[in-house]
Nanobody, 124 residues
Framework: VQLQASGGGLVQPGGSLSLSCIVS????????LGWFRQAPGKEREFVGG????????KYADSVKGRITISRDTAKSTLYLQMDDLKPEDTAVYYC??????????????????WGQGTLVTVSS
């Protein structure tokens, strides 16, 4: 499974940004796709995830209400819409695929495949 994230960049506080992640090369459908982020000097953390088939979403409390995760199964693409961005949202954002079926997981070790990351910088 290959994942290619894109859409990062520089945005002012209060602004919006949308990330995309193209998923390819899979013979078994992932159960879920997730977004994680890693800020400078911090550990990587779960942002949110979506069940690929059913569309059920789960969000981290720190971003709930400011982000929306969606997917287009026909395009094999995952999206992350971020609004009201804050400087603390500055991080490298990664998309990842969870192959294990059951529920959308928040632990990064339960995601088997990862994209290369895209940098989001929130600054005036």
């Amino acid at each position: 499974v290959q994942l290619q994230a894109s859409g990062g960049g520089l945005v002012q506080p209060g602004g919006s940004l949308s990330l995309s992640c193209i998923v390819s090369g899979y013979t078994s459908t992932p159960y879920a796709l997730g977004w994680f982020r890693q800020a400078p000097g911090k550990e990587r953390e779960f942002v949110g995830g979506i069940a690929w088939t059913g569309g059920f979403t789960k969000y981290a409390d720190s971003v709930k209400g400011r982000i929306t995760i969606s997917r287009d199964t026909a395009k094999s693409t995952l999206y992350l819409q971020m609004d009201d961005l804050k400087p603390e949202d500055t991080a490298v954002y990664y998309c990842a695929a969870q192959m294990r079926w059951g529920r959308v997981e928040v632990k990064e070790y339960l995601y088997e495949h990862w994209g290369q990351g895209t940098l989001v910088t929130v600054s005036s």
